[in-house]
């Protein structure tokens, strides 16, 4: 694969992973890199699970990621981070919200959760973040997905003012002061971990 | 215009604008269905959904042959539904530049089928363009019109999933002045009866060595040679691959899917030791530069012959193996999509289950009706199937015991190819219950008009057609409206349909709008302590109701419940609750 970096987002359909994506993409254009973004409509947007690819770079080929070449998995959920792991590349970083979410057939009891979902995944080396309350701490419970953008950046180094001029261009003007704030607190939780 | 990110739908809508098109026809279908939304946006167009691609393709050659340039997009099963109008448009040629999109889906990541486009076009003689990116979606499709009037054959633009709905950044242009062109009468050329199909079908093969000189020089083929070891045929989302996978390969990047240039590929082949043809789930390509007298290499593993293709599994295909990477462990719980807290077609399903009815179904959100644990879908074939296969349900077990036929669609899929079955069935004294879905959008691709809702595209004035109306007018005498959310309600219906009409033709229509139409929340409801575990609620599959692993007492999320109060009707002991109107004030989520 190329010199370009891979963000694999993950999450179940609504939580907002579509935004973040945009987000980043935004982001990275900004910081003089050339995007692509995928994403998949459709029967995934029905509470199912979703993926979204950003890759970055000088030049950027493909538009999808591999199993064990992705710099970067962010999951807004536990179960979905384990499902995409395998994509992770040795040493990648594993960002994850410390929220789980029942698929249907768990919720019906058809099925049940992993075992051991969190210690899995700090066996993995993941860096679980409060994303939930983060957001709440900004004063928007809905900023989470920002939130999490900002530990992502301590692995990015695009530099915060260029974030918050990107979050300011894009989220509903009422809510860019909750957003920025969500962003510094994600952040100050990536170094401080 | 500055560089902006761009999906390849949106890109595709722009370039179409940039050329000039003013009129653009379509029916929604994931992958395809922002490009006619995007296009509609644009200053001076005219943009409509048609009822199916059959209808938008036959529109589009009448915009065309009275001189506007015309873009008509759809998925790739919908050029099946077009396909009878696309074979002779392939005759008649244009006048304006008619542009036809098939956005295909490997993977099936929302389609009934993984099949290529490619072969419409061969089959048809329409040439096609295969964009790489959304930079290539804009230029490709904004030369296609003039090439589409150069060569007088309307030009198709092939996409998948990953052209269509990748963001790359594009430098969008300015529009150009086209200037529609007269209308002239000639049956020679638009009377497709035998006397003059027979000389336009010498035209086309003058057009096709035409095409195929073209193809040669084509700018939208290009070679970037590296090594002279490896060779690689490809085109479409496919090459973004195929230059991370592979490096050092020379690659042969197909713009011009069909014709293919002949001579070009030959001396292509010839400056390789080995040349391969790389392409997604489809022989296509292969067999094509196979005919053209290139000699294709096996590859030294394994390719797969289905799904979608990554760098990694091209690199598989060439022996070299994934890096070292962990595994998702076994026992992570699958996570299908399901049909939304609330959603209109959700008790339809669950007394359609009760009954054990055969239930034929149709294309929508509502195939969803298939999975536990509502399960009561038989079957599921392509657009309006459903009431035709009812019908054909019908004929074969007449005379055995049967359990209850019933077939469930759509209002826009009834619209779109419903209706015609219905007819079949009527025209021939069939019987059977139809139940029409009518929840007042097409909500699958993200709830666009259609002729039941009388919403349109641009937001134009309409009529809404009269869904009982003209099922009446058919002449079917059991025609009844029905509220969805009501469990007693959608249980008689069903049961006067199936029983007491067993013999007739009947057609239920259960009308209530889609959730994601009004997001409306009513208070919600919650379990209180009289739950005895029995796990009725939970049969609806809402993503909001939930049993517990241990107890089997049920829960309900509060966040995700808008208070339909349909489980409250399935509980035996009075156990769900809806919270009073007054507690929702003041953030009560």
Redesign the interface.
Known sequence: MSAAKTVLLCGVGGQGTILAADLLARAALAAGFEVKVSEIHGMAQRGGAVTTVVRYGESVGTMVADLGETDCIVSFETTEALRNIGFLKSGGYLLVADETIKPLPVACGRASMPANARQKLEDAGAVLIPAHDLAVEAGNAKCENVAILGALESQLGFGADLWQEVIAGRVPQKTIEANCKAFDLGLAFANQG | MS?Q?MSGNEAIARGAWEAGCTIGVAYPG??STETMESFATYEGVYAEWCTNEKVAVEVGVGASAAGARVLSTMKHVGVNVAADPLFTAAYTGVNGGFVILAADDPGM??SQNEQDSHFYAAASHTPMLDPS?SSEALAFTRSAFELSERFDVPFMIRST??VS?????VEAGEKINYEPKPYEKNAAKWVMMPAFAKPRRKVQLQRIRDLEEWAEECPFNRIEKKGSEVGIVCGG?VY??V???L?DASVFKVGLSWPLPKQALNDFANSVDALFVVEEGSEYLTKQVASLGVNVSEFPAELPRDG?L???LIKRAFGID????????D??????????AGCPHRLVFKELSRIKAIVTGDIG?YT?GAL??LASMDTCIDMGASVSMSHGFELALAGRDHAPIVAVIGDSTFGHSGLSSLITTVYNKGAGTVCILDNRTTA???RQGNPFNGVTLQNRESRELDLVGLVSALGIQNVTVVNPHDAKAVRNALKVATKEQADDLSVIVFKAPCVLLHRERKPYFFVNGDCRSC?QC??L?C?A???D?DT?LAAIDSAMCIGCGQCAQYCGFGAIEQIPASSMNGGAR
Do not use: F, I, N, W
């Open positions: 560089v990110l994931t992958p990541y929302s990116d999933v990953r709905h990748t963001k790359t950044p989302a973004q691959h230059v991370d996978a490096p979608e990554s760098p990694g994934a890096p070292e990477h962990m595994d998702s462990p026992d992570v719980p699958g996570r299908p999509p399901a049909l939304c959100c969803l536990p644990p699958m691709t993200g796990g939970t049969t599959g993503p109701l939930s049993k692993a089997g």
